[in-house]
């Protein structure tokens, strides 16, 4: 029978098994394992692993702990992408239960360590287990099912909340992120398993009013200063709890502090168009726009430079 | 008598504002907030008001965050036992746990409503009043 794992994998239909390994049975093994649907291919050293993976996709590494003529850790250096940037899962088989024990905490590429003791049902389940995990941590999340509510929800109630305004949504449109302009533009940076940016374009008299129902204070007593951290800590709430939406399960992104950028039409011009989300929202109308341009990366990045802002 | 010291610690003056509002409309003037805009000057305030009985804070702040400066109050010899309150927009479980794992004794999710923080703020003012 197949393998729950791979019968999932559809766009991987031709990926091979790799195996660099002298262990005795083990392709034998895996061929029993996976069958006809994925080739389990045998390679003898370096060189020759090195021309398999060029040769197409590949599903999987399997290799000895101290594989024959190199070392493991040359492996691991060389390994590609695989299809969608997931780089390929390895799994390094140990010598001994203490072994694996040691490579389990050194080896963060090692998906999986196999003791050769281990029961075969117990190795299958493990394989599956393992090769799991790994391809969820490395695949970029589905955002956009979860992207509208959670824009509208977040925005909607910092409003109210924090400022007691109740503002009406607009349709929320899918885009590119294009030239916007506006006096008062918050910004907030994010990176991890998704870049991109959370930015809030404003009038100039709507920012202004809601800094003064932040403050407690009148409009004409509010500096440039005050105005700017106020539309920063705007911003910063309602991207935070577009996280917190989004982030139900796991952390998906860091966030930078916030920058605020005041002026008159002050127009923002992206380098790079990116998939956006935009969300017009209208209080005693005066509209203001809530841009979520979120791309998934292939692999996690590390993270925004600037430090994260609560 | 003197007035109950609390601190508000924030890179945000304008949150550091509303927090401070918050704590009037329960204390009235019983009280003196003291503010920092990150961890490291938060501590700096701790050492020179060691009679300080609160602390809300911020969880992600430059310099140093929220979780580096509760642990070092909690390894503190002075402040060690000084209750100190997180205050985040990022309000997931895995924020929150890592808050109250750090020695957190509350967290409260931005945004609120005055009503929300006197609440999760109660047990501790409650203390602050009876002393």
Redesign the interface.
């Known amino acids: 029978m197949m393998p729950e794992l791979l019968q999932t994998r559809t766009n991987q239909a031709t990926g091979r098994i790799l195996v660099l390994s002298s262990t005795p049975g083990i392709v034998k093994f895996l061929r029993e394992g996976w069958g006809e649907e994925r080739p389990v291919i045998a390679v003898h050293n370096l060189a020759a692993l090195l021309v398999a993976l060029q040769e197409g996709p590949v599903e999987a590494l399997f290799i000895d702990e101290e594989p024959p003529r190199c070392e493991l850790g040359d492996i691991l250096g060389v390994l590609p992408e695989g299809n969608e940037g997931v780089r390929v899962p390895v799994a390094v088989m140990a010598t001994s239960r203490e072994s694996e024990l040691r490579r389990q905490q050194q080896l963060d590429d090692a998906v999986l360590v196999v003791d050769p003791a281990t029961p075969k049902n117990k190795v299958v389940a493990w394989i599956r287990h393992a090769l799991r995990n790994a391809r969820q941590a490395h695949e970029p999340p589905a955002l956009d099912q979860d992207m509208a509510s959670a824009i509208v929800a977040a925005t909607k109630e910092v409003m109210q909340t924090m400022m007691d305004m109740e503002v009406t949504e607009g349709s929320l449109q899918v885009g590119k992120t294009n030239a916007q302009t506006a006096d008062v533009i918050g910004t907030i940076h994010v990176d991890g398993f998704v870049r991109g940016s959370i930015t809030l374009f404003l009038p100039g008299d709507l920012a202004q009013t809601i800094a003064q129902r932040m403050l407690g204070e009148e409009p004409a007593g509010l500096s440039d200063a005050e105005l700017v951290d106020a539309i920063g800590e705007l911003t910063n709430m309602i991207a935070g709890n577009i996280k917190t939406h989004l982030c139900k399960q796991r952390e998906l992104f860091g966030m930078s502090t916030p920058m605020v950028t005041i002026g008159r039409e002050v127009r923002r011009v992206p380098v790079r168009k990116e998939l956006a989300f935009l969300l017009p929202c209208s209080w005693q109308d005066r509209q203001m726009l809530v841009e979520v341009s979120l791309v998934p990366q292939r692999q996690r990045g590390p993270g925004v430079a600037g430090r994260e802002h609560g | 008598m003197d007035k109950h010291k609390i601190l508000l610690v924030d890179?945000?003056?304008?949150?550091r504002?509303?927090l401070r509002?918050c704590l009037q409309q329960a204390l009235g003037d019983g009280f003196c907030a003291l503010e920092a805009a990150d961890g490291a000057s938060a501590l700096q305030q701790l050492r020179e008001h060691p009679e300080v009985c609160l602390v809300l804070s911020?969880?992600?702040?430059?310099?140093m965050?929220?979780i580096a400066m509760l642990e070092a109050i909690r390894a503190s010899a002075t402040a060690a036992r000084i209750p100190v309150v997180m205050?985040?927009?990022?309000?997931?479980?895995?924020?929150r746990a890592s808050a109250l794992d750090a020695g957190a004794d509350g967290y409260i999710?931005?945004?609120?409503?005055v009503d929300s923080v006197l609440l999760a703020l109660s047990p501790f003012l409650a203390k602050i009043d009876a002393q």
Not at chain 2, 58 to 63: A, I, K, Q, R
Not at chain 2, 87 to 95: I, K, L, M, P, Y
Not at chain 2, 109 to 113: H, M, V
């Open positions: 890179d945000s003056s304008t949150m504002k509303i509002t911020d969880l992600n702040m430059p310099d965050d929220g205050v985040s927009a990022e309000s997931s479980q895995s924020r999710a931005k945004p609120f409503t």
